[in-house]
């Protein structure tokens, strides 16, 4: 819910167990208590998208029976599997461009021990017009961070489970070429197409590809977006790193990115979501200031993550049990 600065220290004061996007501005005048923060000018709120520096995105985590946060740096950040409940979840903020961000991004499909403890979250992010650092808020701390992730670690009741799910309206055509890469990078030259070594950034340039739509590979049949940052110089920089290995082709274009994103959310039927992460590219290309997309609501990201960083995708989460 999208509420005011004055609401929200109510609800801190309280002891409510929260979880808040916001501007930096506003995070920054919150008390310590029981929750945890990202930066972000833009949501989806229950009237639809709106970018806003005058009101604060909150979830109150009423369904946990306990909770604890912890913060991590590059070097230790995958500690993030050792202190989840054994009944329960993580939610996990990271600060876009921040090293501890890269490191997840290119190292977590390797963990195997995440795909045992339900991990969903985002990256924290600006305004895109004015610029800014991204932070993420330790608020029982009261410390904010540029290079570091925070992880609040949520307990559920017996009986209770999180299910994390995603959709994304990108899938590939299999007849065109298949592009694979070197290593696991967010920026790269070189790759092959069908075996044959090219110039990443020329090869884009001389297709014509529409880099509005990312590469895509297919994870037993659940396709996975890298969306590209920019081509500059001769080399092509990601949201999300590529991997090697890995046979992607770029998505099958979209007619009209908005209706196929509602057809998508139509078809999840999700009932009650309790955390709801939309990628930033959705909103720009698919037109979704002013649009409600119910029953999603929650902050735009500069990435989302349900155990790996993902892109151009919507993560949410529902209780079940």
Known sequence: MLITLEETVKLINEGKILHIAADDQLLAQLPKGNWIGGTTPY?????????????????????AEDFRVSCYGKYNIFQVVEECFDN???????????????????????????????????????????????????????????DRAVAMYLRLPEGKSAMI??????????????????????????????????????????KGINTKMPLVA??????INTSVKGVENGTVSFYAPVFRNVDYRFATAVGDYAA?????????????????????LNYLYGSLYGKKIPPYTGPVTFGEIAYQLLNQTLVYCEIMG
């Not at 991204?134 to 904010?144: F, I, K, L, P, Q």
């Not at 297919?218 to 396709?223: A, L, P, V």
């Open 260 to 280: 196929e994103f509602t057809a998508r959310i139509d078809a999840a039927a999700a009932h009650d979501p309790v955390f709801s992460f939309n990628c930033i």
């Open 88 to 146: 329960g979840m993580t939610l996990l903020i990271m600060p876009y461009g921040s090293a501890v961000a890269a490191k997840y991004a290119k190292e977590a499909p390797d963990v195997e021990e995440l795909l045992l403890h339900p991990t969903l979250g985002w990256i924290s992010g600006l305004d895109l017009d004015k610029g800014g650092e991204a932070r993420v808020y330790d608020g029982t701390s009261g410390e904010s961070y540029t």
């Open 43 to 63: 949501f989806i709120g229950s009237d639809g998208g709106v970018f806003t520096k005058d009101l604060l995105y909150v979830d109150e985590i009423g369904f």
């Open 218 to 223: 297919d994870y037993n049949g659940s396709y």
């Open 165 to 206: 799910n995603m959709i994304n309206i990108f899938t590939d055509d299999k007849t065109d070429p298949v592009i694979r890469f070197y290593d696991n990078e967010l920026a790269v030259t070189k790759c092959s197409v069908n075996g044959q070594e090219v110039n990443f950034a020329e090869y884009i340039e001389k």
